[in-house]
């Protein structure tokens, strides 16, 4: 059973952008413990979330989530419902004392910094960065950035999972009142950081760190405490941070798969070596595109092209549907699955997050190469 699943899931590419692929061995020690999970004759899925076992799960996957990133000792680490999502209405929540009363500054690079300033301005004023840009497809320089000086913090997605926009540096904070929030759904894990850049660092795990269900939350402690007056018990920090994450019953499955994944990730080799093969298989699809004569076509300047999700059109810039269509199709026939383009862009997208192996892109840019060879006009 077990070899025949190795087989099946070593044959299929799994593209899809989130819930995404998770490494084999993480779900092969999940279906070991499925049942019976350690000695206590139960699954994790039947635990109290108040029981020692438990604990001892989300006291793990802090600690190896804390070593991985290496978490300074003044930020707090909450493991928290409702996704990204949630969590980019929360900051404002969090961030800002006075109900419609505070700024906050958004750059708006693609459509989830969007989603996060429409949600913020239903409790603050926005101030948008960034002038309002066409396309998705290039990250305005930070010293063009107008800032308000009087915003309570400044937020932005590093990793744009549709439009396959990525930061390749990290925005350095305003001034000492001012500081940085930042979505890192899809690209959390993936590289090394220095999180003390940052005043709240928030991720939700299905798409690098574990599976749907479950988002973390890392913020540094002098930011808690001063929650808007109508923040929900459940989106507030504060209150989180104090019941350590379980306030309520928390994503309790998720939170195990999170720390089998972090487990997974440190016995890697750590963010150095997920940085490695993330910059190894995007290379190895880049490169195809861009020698491709246009063929291929990436419009995202080359300076914040996604790590993460390589989007592009076949047959020129505009892209020829039916030989879009085509390449999915033989994608499936080769068990490449989940390379359709998000349907506000269209073409292709090739998501590649830390579960897959850097023979996985090679196999994927090899296929594009004959895919163009045979269908070039
Ligand atoms: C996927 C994604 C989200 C949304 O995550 P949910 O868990 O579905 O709420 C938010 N931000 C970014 C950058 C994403 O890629």
């Known amino acids: 059973m077990a070899e025949k699943m190795k087989k099946i899931s070593n044959h299929v590419i799994n593209c899809n952008a989130g819930p995404a692929r998770v490494p084999y061995d993480v779900l092969r020690k999940a279906q070991e413990e499925l049942i ?13 979330h108040r029981s020692p076992e438990f604990d001892n799960i ?10 991985i990133m290496t978490i300074p000792d003044n930020y707090r680490v909450l493991f928290v419902h409702g996704g990204g ?8 929540l969090n961030l800002c004392p006075e109900y419609k009363g505070c700024k906050v500054n958004y750059a708006i690079t693609g459509t989830w910094s969007e989603k996060a300033a429409k949600e913020a301005e239903k409790y603050c004023h926005v101030c948008r960065v960034t002038p309002k840009l066409d396309k998705f497809t290039s990250i305005p320089d930070v010293d063009t950035w107008k800032i308000d000086p009087d915003g309570k913090y400044l937020f932005y997605t590093d990793n744009e999972t549709i439009a396959g ?6 925005v350095k904070p305003f001034s000492d009142t001012m500081p940085v929030a930042i979505d890192m759904t899809s690209n959390f894990l993936s590289r090394p950081i220095d999180v003390s850049n940052y005043g709240v660092i928030i991720a939700g795990t299905q798409k690098n760190a574990g599976i749907a269900g479950l988002a973390i939350v890392i913020v540094r402690d002098d930011l808690l405490g001063k929650p808007m007056s109508i923040c929900p018990t459940i989106l507030d920090y504060t209150i989180l941070n104090k019941m350590n994450s379980l306030y309520n019953t928390p994503p309790c499955y998720p ?6 994944y972090l487990q997974w990730i440190k016995d890697q080799g750590g963010l150095e070596v997920m940085g490695d093969r993330s910059d190894q298989r995007a290379r190895l699809i880049y490169d195809t595109v861009d020698q491709s004569n246009g063929f291929y076509y990436n419009g995202v300047n080359p300076n914040c092209r ?10 020129g810039q505009k892209g020829d ?17 989940g390379v359709k383009g998000h349907r506000l862009v269209g073409g292709i997208r090739v998501s590649m997050f830390n579960a897959m192996p850097v023979e996985d892109a090679k196999f994927i840019s090899d296929f594009m190469i004959e895919f163009m060879e045979l269908n070039r006009k």
């Not at 989300?58 to 989530?65: G, P, V, Y």
């Not at 999502?85 to 404002?92: G, K, N, R, V, Y």
């Not at 999915?328 to 490449?336: M, N, S, Y």
């Open 306 to 315: 996604s790590r993460m999700n390589a989007v592009f059109r076949i047959g």
């Open 165 to 170: 926009v990525e930061y390749q540096y990290q």
């Open 58 to 67: 989300i006291r793990t996957a802090e600690k190896l989530l804390r070593e």
């Open 85 to 92: 999502t949630a969590q980019f209405a929360s900051i404002p």
């Open 321 to 337: 549907e039916q030989l879009e269509k085509q390449f999915i199709q033989e994608c499936k026939e080769r068990k490449i699955i």
């Open 255 to 260: 939170i195990y798969m999170t720390r089998i």
């Open 36 to 48: 019976y999970y350690e000695n206590t004759g139960i699954s994790v899925m039947e635990m109290s």
